[in-house]
């Protein structure tokens, strides 16, 4: 691919439209990103991502590489993985993350990349040792919906969990071997509600009970 013209790489397919931005840019399986000739006179060109480095509550820096896009004057900011999923991976089930399969969030190779659910691809970064469960900073993990899942550590729960919470979080016990006090700390809950859903007393239809 890498001695190929713009237009063979179309023709092999490492090159395709982005969806919504058809004209306007388009995504290698790679994850560069071009951008077609402009109206305004300018040049088709390969764009320059940004990259983001975020360290908070992570064992390994967790960098994401961004671009911007422009479309009928309307701008737009979006990580470079999604763009590469979204034009190259069927999302069939309408899973909402992307994962990076070997960790390395700055490899966005389509081979890379996979849609999972927001509880599939927090069981991953345990398992793979990318994500410490002991940092308070850590962000929680939000319902669909929007709501809280709870209150402060040791206070009593104003808002439940969704089921897919209540999945992850019996996960991370399980695989990630941490305490209900660590856990609740990430989630803003008392430890017993934690205890509560991986000891199976609580969200028990998850557990097919």
């Keep these: 691919m890498a001695n190929q013209t713009i237009a063979e790489m179309f023709q092999s397919g490492n090159l395709k439209d982005i969806p919504g931005y058809e004209g306007f840019y388009a995504v290698s399986v790679n994850g560069q990103i071009w951008s077609y000739p402009k109206k305004n006179g300018h040049c088709s060109k390969w764009l320059k991502a940004s990259v983001y480095k975020n360290i908070t509550g992570r064992i390994k820096p967790y960098y994401t590489s961004r671009v911007m896009l422009v479309k009928d004057g309307a701008t737009k900011t979006v990580r470079i993985s999604r763009l590469v999923a979204l034009t190259?991976?069927?999302?069939?089930?309408?899973?909402?993350?992307?994962?990076?399969?070997?960790?390395?969030?700055?490899?966005?190779?389509?081979?890379?990349?996979?849609?999972?659910?927001?509880?599939?691809?927090?069981?991953?970064?345990?398992?793979?040792?990318?994500?410490?469960i002991h940092s308070g900073a850590q962000d929680i993990t939000r319902s669909n919906n929007g709501k809280k899942t709870g209150a402060l550590n040791g206070m009593k729960s104003r808002r439940r969990f969704s089921m897919s919470e209540a999945n992850?979080?019996?996960?991370?016990?399980?695989?990630?071997?941490?305490?209900?006090?660590?856990?609740?700390?990430?989630?803003?809950?008392?430890?017993?509600?934690?205890?509560?859903?991986?000891?199976?007393?609580?969200?028990?239809?998850?557990?097919?009970?």
């Design 88 to 132: 190259y991976l069927p999302n069939i089930q309408n899973l909402p993350q992307i994962n990076h399969k070997d960790g390395d969030t700055s490899n966005n190779h389509v081979d890379n990349l996979e849609w999972v659910s927001a509880s599939s691809n927090m069981q991953h970064a345990v398992k793979s040792n990318l994500f410490d």
């Design 168 to 209: 992850c979080i019996r996960q991370i016990y399980e695989v990630g071997r941490k305490s209900y006090r660590a856990i609740a700390r990430v989630y803003q809950c008392s430890d017993k509600t934690i205890s509560n859903v991986c000891k199976g007393r609580t969200y028990l239809s998850e557990m097919g009970l």
